[in-house]
Structure formats: structure tokens, C-alpha cells
């Protein structure tokens, strides 16, 4: 595709489910990146993954939170025993290597009621 | 604190105005990103910059490595810029990005 696409654009959960967020990167780029924005706030980093390689989930607030690139394009962050203060705006970005821009994708808008 | 230090948080200006934002850090960088935020949570990557000085547009970003600074600037401001702006670093030896906390800017007709 033409940028990198994330889906859901909006997600609604209840306290305790589990939700799973995919991240769509531009064809051909071997990094990605996920972060996570609260209301008001900056972007935060969670996990980075190099092709299907996850190399640095320092970001990762939980046990409950994990990443995956099973075939080094798509990848999915999925948060387990979702909590309220997991509410907030999952950013996913792409590049082509290491040293180039960040392709960001619009986010998914995750609610915990 | 954080690492990377964005001002103003806010800032209201008229169009046509000439408008700068500033970003400080705090230890070394390898690359340095300003990227524009646009409500409903799209970002889009303005410039990504090591030393020197970039032009697109009507947006000019400079960065001084000594004093570990960059200011992003809007020659003859117009509304449409009006969005959030973030600074986001590259530490030395690391891939991900650390970001200000933004600057969100006005600009009324």
C-alpha cells in the first residue's frame, strides 16, 4: 500500500478482554516500530522489530502486552487482561532501514471502559 | 525529567506570522526528527536532520550538535499549520525515537 495502515482505527474493550491491534508497514520496510501516546501526551516507545526479529521490547509497560512479525511484514500488538489505564492512542511506524524516516500510520484508538 | 525538552507547550499566533518552536536534548544524538500531528492522531514526518539546516516549504529546521538544540521554524503562518509539532531524538546507539512532549500551535486568521 501507499503508507502504513493500521487497523482497528478505533477499538472499545471492557476491562479485563483481550484486544489485538495489527499494524500494515509499507512493502519493504524492515523496521517497525510500535508506540503508545496517552491523551495530551508524547509518543512513547513500546517494541521494535527488524524483519521478523523483535530486538528491543524495553517499552512493553506489562507482561500483558506482547508484539509479533511472524513473517518480517505485518505485525500485531496484543494487550492481555485489558486495564484502564491501557486507554490510549497505538501508533506503528515503518522504515526502510535503520538510518531513514519513520512512516507512521494514523493509530488505533484503544478504550477501556 | 524528560530526555528530550520541547517550548513552547503551547503557542498562539496570528497568519502570517513567523513562528519558532525549540527542542533541547540531552546527550548525544545520531539523528534528530520533527514531525507534524494533525488531530485525530496522524503523524507525519516533517524533517529528519544531523547537522546543519533543512528547507521545505515555508518550514526551515536547524540543529546545533554542540548545543544539543534545534528549532523548527513556519515562515508566513497560515492556519492549515495549525496541528501539534513533536521533536524526536535517535540516542547514539539506539534505533528508537524518544519524543517531546509536543508544541501545539494556533494559527488564527
Known amino acids: 500500500g501507499a503508507g502504513v495502515s493500521q487497523s482497528p482505527r478505533y477499538k472499545v474493550a471492557k476491562r479485563g478482554q483481550d484486544v489485538a491491534l495489527r499494524c500494515d508497514p509499507i512493502?519493504?520496510?524492515?523496521?517497525l516500530f510500535w508506540y503508545q501516546q496517552a491523551l495530551g501526551q508524547g509518543p512513547e516507545f513500546l517494541t521494535y522489530?527488524?524483519?521478523?526479529?523483535?530486538?528491543?521490547k524495553s517499552g512493553l509497560p506489562s507482561d500483558r502486552f506482547f508484539a509479533e512479525r511472524p513473517e518480517g511484514s505485518v505485525s500485531t500488538l496484543k494487550i492481555q487482561r485489558t486495564q484502564q489505564e491501557d486507554s490510549a492512542v497505538y501508533l506503528c511506524?515503518?522504515?526502510?532501514?535503520?538510518?531513514?524516516?519513520?512512516?507512521f500510520g494514523d493509530g488505533t484508538r484503544l478504550s477501556i471502559l | 525529567k524528560n530526555e528530550v525538552e520541547q517550548s513552547p507547550q503551547n503557542l498562539t499566533a496570528q497568519e502570517g506570522e513567523f513562528i519558532t518552536i525549540n527542542c533541547s536534548y540531552s546527550?548525544?544524538?545520531?539523528?534528530l526528527h520533527w514531525l507534524q500531528q494533525h488531530p485525530g492522531g496522524g503523524i507525519v514526518s516533517l524533517f529528519m536532520?544531523?547537522?546543519g539546516k533543512k528547507k521545505h516549504g515555508r518550514l526551515i529546521a536547524t540543529i546545533n550538535i554542540q548545543e544539543k538544540h534545534s528549532s523548527l521554524h513556519i515562515t508566513a503562518s497560515h492556519p492549515r499549520d495549525s496541528a501539534v509539532y513533536i521533536c524526536?531524538?535517535?540516542?547514539?546507539?539506539?534505533?528508537?525515537?524518544?519524543f517531546g512532549q509536543g508544541t501545539r500551535l494556533t494559527i488564527n486568521p
Open positions: 511506524a515503518s522504515s526502510f532501514q535503520l538510518t531513514r524516516a519513520q512512516h
Open positions: 536532520l544531523s547537522s
Open positions: 524526536a531524538v535517535q540516542f547514539q546507539g539506539a534505533q528508537k525515537l524518544v
Open positions: 522489530f527488524q524483519n521478523e526479529a523483535q530486538l528491543d
Open positions: 546527550v548525544g544524538i545520531s539523528a
Open positions: 512493502s519493504g520496510h524492515v523496521s
